[in-house]
């Protein structure tokens, strides 16, 4: 099982871009999301999480304010939506589920603690 990330591409300064997770086989309404993303040569970092349930979010600090995350239940969708992207934020995105065992509850981005990672998607911020 591993989650799809979509929607990246390429966008200038100042723009906008909104990313998409499915997840084939299960409900993502059941479980934490969370979105990470890692820029070449560098190590991986949380962007955004999504709790099950009750909703709590929590956000990278280079991202806070400028990235929402969101659910459609209907399409089994979880979106993180990107505004006001800089040039530092290009990097391959990527969504992966909370293990089941650490609760539904986004509580860190420690990546161990998170299961069936994608391929993910790139996002290339420049002019």
């Known amino acids: 099982v591993q989650l799809q990330a979509s929607g990246g591409g390429l966008v200038h300064p100042g723009g906008s871009l909104r990313l998409s997770c499915t997840a084939p086989?299960?409900?993502?309404?059941?479980?934490?999301i969370g979105w990470f993303r890692q820029a070449p040569g560098k190590e991986r970092e949380g962007v955004a999480c999504?709790?099950?349930?009750?909703?709590?979010?929590i956000f990278g600090d280079s991202v806070q304010g400028r990235f929402t995350i969101s659910r459609d239940y209907d399409t089994n969708t979880v979106y993180l939506q990107m505004n006001s992207l800089k040039p530092e934020d290009t990097a391959v995105y990527y969504c992966?589920?909370?293990?089941?065992?650490?609760?539904?509850?986004?509580?860190?981005?420690?990546?161990?603690?998170?299961?069936?990672w994608g391929q993910g998607t790139l996002v290339t911020v420049s002019s």
């Open positions: 992966a589920r909370r293990l089941r065992v650490k609760g539904a509850l986004c509580s860190n981005f420690d990546d161990k603690e998170y299961e069936y």
């Open positions: 086989g299960f409900k993502l309404e059941y479980y934490a």
């Open positions: 999504l709790s099950s349930n009750v909703g709590y979010r």
